[in-house]
Each structure stands twice: as structure tokens, then as C-alpha cells.
């Protein structure tokens, strides 16, 4: 049997999304008349309490717009150290909005405004133009830790005291909201824009949405069109998305409960050096390193079937999601039992 654990990318499209894409009522979409993409940023819009989407084909490019269009050169935007927009991005937003980045460390890569307010410079001519702070929720190397409302607004009450725009990377904001059970309508009074993945554990194959007032949204079609991302007959790709956020939410409250299953056996394994606790669908771990190191322990559970990913600093990280049947939770607990006799 085979266990893919490195990610919630690799979920397929299943046969019913399949159905819904061939179904899909096609136009251009550059020209703004794909009826099936215009659905599905309305949607987005509406479950977000924001007034416009804008389908893109990468979370990466939902994340780029949205510093292009929060910030001017020289600005400088204010993240945890292990935001995907600074390290998984390629160095993308010096590159694309020529901005340099106040890397601050919170509580895994949860940040609370003592912390931002630290990270905000001063009116002075020496200094970078503070302009834009940038969250993750869920924080994906925080080990799938998340942002309550509460938490959100007092953030954004600073921001707005602070004349600073808010972006959230919400990749996996539906992993948190099955958890806190909280109204997303509710992100839309506190943050500018904010970008959803549909092709993590939703299980669409391609895209996401980037969300803002109508005017910010506007900007941000000319940008996505700069970048290359303006896309035709987009729709086929949009009626899958619709699909995911129709059938896919809530189920994702079943591939948290899976990495906590998982955790609860990695724990009683005296192998296992440190388990970070699990939140919602994201696993990290590290192996006692006179047993395995996380590069030794990679090969030993691939020999086994099970694929994962090292993060760096002796960690591995499992991701649960929809392709991740019961019986391949079953299986890889019989191989986390076995730990304790390697
Ligand atoms: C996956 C991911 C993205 C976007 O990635 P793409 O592969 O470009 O779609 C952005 N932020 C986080 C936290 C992610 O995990």
C-alpha cells in the first residue's frame, strides 16, 4: 500500500468533480465572460464577506498579487519567519513588488500585535515604509496551527490604527474553520485581501481565489494579467472549485482528526524525540537521531509505503487529505507501532 503523506496537493479530482467539470458552461475568461469562473469568485466573495474574487492558477500568485497591489517599492511588509510568502515563494515579493520583509517570530507562526507592533518602523526617512502585514493561516510550517477571530481582529484593529493593509494567506483557512466553527463572512470586515487555495485538501486540481473590495480586485486582474495568469476557457477549472467548496469543507474536519490519530500512536513511540501538537491536518515530527535521522527515517517509511517530507532542522511533516483513505491511516499506525521494536 501505498501512503502519500507529503502533501494535500496530491488529492485528485474525484469522479463527481470530474462530472461537474465536463458539465462546465465555458467563455473567456480573460474577457471576463467564463459564466462558470465568474460564479465561482462571486461565491468565494459572498462566503467571505468580501465584494469581489479573482480566479488565479497558483496560491502563489493569489499571494504576489496581493503584496503587488498592498504596496509600493521600497515598502515593507511584515510576516512570520515562516511564511510561505517569504520562504516558499522564490523571493517573489522583492522580485514582483521590489519590497523588503520585517521577519518576525511568532508562536508557531502565530502573531499576536505585541509582536507585529514590534515590527513597525517609524515615520522616518532612514527607515522602510512599514505597509503591509501578512498572516497564515492555517501557519503550514507552525505545523498547521491557526488564527481565531478574536485573534484576527485585534491584528487588524492595528493594522487599521496603524494606516497598514492585512493579507491573509489562507491556503488552508478551511482546515481552521472546521476547527474554530467560526463564520467566514466574518475575515472579510478585517482583512484587505485574502487568498484561499482550492487545490490543497479541498481536492480541486487547479487555482486559487484572490478576494478584495471591487477596486482592489480590479488592480488585481491587470496584474494577474502582467504576471501571465490571465487564463481562456478557465471555467472547466472553475466548476471543479465550485464543487470543492459545495462538497469538500467540511469533510476536511475528518483528515484533521486523522493527523491526531496519528499523533496520539506517534507519541507513545520512544523513538520519536518531539511531536509538535497537531491542530488541524499538517503532522511535524522528529526522530531521536541516534536511532534514525529524519533523512534515514524518510527512506525507512518509503521502503515501507509511506511517503513524507523532510522540512529541514531534523523534522518530517505528514499532511493528511482526501486521498488519505481509513485503511491507509490503519496501515501507517501499524508502521509507527512497529517504531518502537526498530
Ligand atoms: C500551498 C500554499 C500556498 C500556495 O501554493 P501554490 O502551490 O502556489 O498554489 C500558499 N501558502 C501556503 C501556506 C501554502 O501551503
Redesign the pocket.
Known amino acids: 500500500m501505498i501512503v502519500d503523506l507529503r502533501s494535500d496537493?496530491l488529492t485528485r479530482p474525484v469522479a463527481d468533480m470530474l462530472e461537474a467539470m465536463f458539465q462546465a458552461k465555458v467563455g473567456d475568461d480573460v474577457f471576463g465572460e467564463d459564466p462558470e469562473v465568474n460564479r465561482l469568485q462571486t461565491m468565494t466573495a459572498n462566503m467571505f464577506g468580501m465584494e469581489a474574487g479573482l480566479f488565479c492558477p497558483?496560491?502563489?500568485?493569489t499571494?504576489q498579487i496581493a503584496i503587488k497591489i498592498n504596496t509600493q517599492p521600497m515598502d515593507e511588509v511584515i510576516c512570520d519567519k515562516r511564511s510561505?510568502v517569504y520562504l516558499y515563494e522564490g523571493g517573489g515579493m522583492m522580485f514582483n513588488s521590489g519590497v523588503s520583509v520585517r521577519l518576525l517570530d511568532g508562536h508557531r507562526g502565530i502573531l499576536s500585535p505585541e509582536i507585529i507592533s514590534e515590527g513597525i518602523n517609524p515615520d522616518d526617512i532612514h527607515l522602510p515604509r512599514t505597509r503591509l502585514i501578512s498572516l497564515?493561516n492555517t501557519c503550514?510550517r507552525g505545523g498547521g496551527s491557526f488564527y481565531t477571530l478574536p485573534q484576527i481582529k485585534e491584528i487588524s484593529i492595528l493594522a487599521k490604527k496603524e494606516g497598514l493593509k492585512l493579507h491573509l494567506?489562507g491556503?488552508?483557512v478551511f482546515n481552521a474553520l472546521v476547527e474554530t466553527r467560526e463564520n467566514p463572512a466574518e475575515y472579510g470586515k478585517y482583512f484587505d485581501t485574502i487568498?484561499v487555495?482550492l487545490?490543497?485538501g479541498l481536492g480541486a486540481p487547479v487555482g486559487?481565489i484572490l478576494l478584495g473590495s471591487a477596486e482592489t480586485i480590479k488592480a488585481a486582474t491587470k496584474i494577474r494579467k502582467v504576471f501571465g495568469g490571465g487564463m481562456r476557457q478557465a471555467g472547466y477549472l472553475a466548476a471543479a472549485g465550485i464543487y470543492a467548496l459545495d462538497n469538500h469543507i467540511d469533510r476536511l474536519k475528518q483528515d484533521n482528526l486523522k493527523a491526531k490519530i496519528i499523533e496520539t500512536v506517534m507519541r507513545q513511540s520512544y523513538v520519536i524525540e518531539e511531536v509538535i501538537p497537531v491542530e488541524t491536518n499538517i503532522l511535524i515530527f522528529k526522530p531521536q537521531k541516534k536511532w534514525k535521522t529524519d533523512k534515514e527515517l524518510l527512506i525507512w517509511l518509503n521502503e515501507r509505503g509511506i511517503k513524507a517530507s523532510s522540512i529541514g532542522n531534523g523534522y518530517i511533516r505528514f499532511v493528511t487529505h482526501l486521498d488519505i483513505t481509513e485503511a491507509m491511516i490503519d496501515y501507517t499506525l501499524t508502521v509507527i507501532h512497529s517504531f518502537a521494536k526498530a
Request: with cysteine; net charge neutral; charged share 25%.
Open positions: 496537493t497558483s496560491g502563489t500568485m499571494n510561505h497564515e503550514n494567506d491556503a488552508r487568498s487555495c487545490s490543497k486559487s
